[in-house]
C-alpha cells in the first residue's frame, strides 16, 4: 500500500489540539510563552519542516528510480528491478516520532500556563502508527535501526506517549523524561541515518549512485553515436553534467539528522527555563525551515 506524504499523515484531532494548545496556552496574553511554549512552538515548526523535506526526497528518489531505468534502457541495457522506495518508509516512522515530541512539547507548555492538556487517547494512537512504520522497515534493504536501538527508541517514545502525571509541574515532567526523549531521538536518528551507508540517508545515496552510473552509460552510448554532431553532444553532456550537479540528496538528510540531534538539549532547556538553550535549537528549526522552503 503506498504510504501518503508525511505532511498529510495526521491523526484526527491532532491538528485542533495542536492549535487549540498554541491558541490557549501559548499565544493567549495572559500567558507569556516562555521558554516551554516557544519550545512547543518549534517542534510543530520541527515537524512540519521535516515533513516537507522527507516529501521532497520522497519525489526526489522516486524521479532518479524513473530516470535510470530510462536511461539504461535508453543506453541498450535492460534496467534492473526498481527498489523498494526508502523515504515514504522512512517518513512513516519519522511522521507519528515527530508528533509525540510536539505532544510532549505541548505538556511542557500547558504545565507552564497551568492549564491541564486533554490530549485522550493521542499518544496511544501515534505509538500504534510509529509501530507499524518500524515493523514496516524491516522488509526494506539497507542498514536501518538494530534490534537494540528500536527497543531503546520504543520504551522512551512509551514513556513521551504517557500522559502527564497528576502533580507534575514542568521541571519534574522534563526531568522524568529526559532520558526517554534522548533514546527516542536515537531511533529517529539511527532511521534517518548517521552518514551515507546506513538509514535513509544510505538508501537514498544507493538510488543516487545507480542514477549516476545511468547517466555515465548514457553519456557513452552519446558518445559513440556517430549521426551525433559535436553540438548535439556537447550539449547532451552540459544537460548531464547540470543535473548531475544539482540538489544533492544528502544535503537535506545531513540537516534532518543535526536538527534531531538538538531535541534533547532543547527539551532539557524548556524544563529548567532556559530561554537561550531553547533557541539554540530554533537556529536548527530555521536551518530545516530553510531548506524544507528551497526543496518546495
Known sequence: MAVAPY??????????????LVAGCVAAPQVPPGPA?????????ADQSAGQVVDHLARRERQEVQEASSLRFAAGAMPPAAPPPAAPAAGAVLDPGMKLFALEAQRLAALSGGQPL??????????GRLQDGLAALRGLPGRWPSEAVRRRGMAGFALLAEPTPPGSDVASLASARQQAMGDAVLLMRAVVGSDQRSGLRGALAQRNEAWRAAQTAMLNTVRNDRSLGPD???EIWRTAQARLAADPPEVAGAELHRMLGALPAAH???GAGDAAGVEAFGAEVARMQSLAAQAR
Do not use: K
Open 7 to 20: 505532511r498529510h499523515r495526521i491523526v484526527p484531532g491532532f491538528a485542533l489540539l495542536m492549535a487549540g
Open 37 to 45: 511554549g516557544r519550545f512547543a512552538t518549534l517542534v510543530a515548526a
Open 118 to 127: 486533554a490530549e485522550g487517547q493521542l499518544g496511544a494512537a501515534l505509538m
Open 232 to 234: 548535439q553532444r556537447m
Open 268 to 270: 532539557a532547556a524548556a
